[in-house]
């Protein structure tokens, strides 16, 4: 299901919508029947504010807000990455969530809400091994997410 290749907001806000889409479609078959992946574009925004930032990038900062809002949904799965191969000013094009992301970070003593508040989901990633690293594409489309409800 397309939702369109415009999408933008904050990338926090964003994954909450989408975990939101996907929670409805998993329980109760709307917008859509399981399975299906929900697909979207467009680039959303990371607003740092005065303090320090971590590492991380739009793609990455939204997955790790879906991840937190989904709370291990077991039949939810994601990925979203630039097509620039570069998230934000990382080496990383994005990342992938899968049901377990919150239980791995916790057993490697991470707080996924502490590492969204400080803008650090690349660090968060990068510790359980779901950075997605192409290397520069040297093309610049869009940002692409994928959400596979099943």
């Known amino acids: ?29 709307t917008p859509a029947q399981p399975p299906l992946v929900l697909l979207s574009g467009g680039e959303t925004t990371v607003s740092i504010g005065a303090r320090t930032p971590g590492r991380g990038g739009r793609n990455t900062e ?40 919150l239980s791995r970070g916790s057993a490697r003593g991470l707080d996924a809400g502490a590492k969204l508040m400080a803008h650090d989901s690349y660090s968060y990633f990068d510790a359980i091994g779901e950075l997605i690293r192409t290397g520069p594409t040297l093309t610049n489309v869009n940002d692409f997410r994928a959400v596979l409800v099943l």
């Not at 299901?1 to 329980?27: P, T």
């Not at 039949?75 to 992301?101: N, V």
């Open 62 to 101: 939204f997955l790790l807000s879906l991840a937190t809002a989904l709370q291990g949904h077991p039949d939810i799965f994601a990925l979203a990455a630039d097509t620039d191969g570069i998230d934000g000013t990382e080496d990383a094009a994005g990342a992938l969530i899968r049901p377990d992301t």
């Open 1 to 29: 299901m397309l939702l369109g290749d415009a999408l933008e907001g904050e990338a926090r806000d964003l994954g909450i919508v989408m975990a939101g889409i996907s929670k409805a479609a998993a329980r109760h078959g």
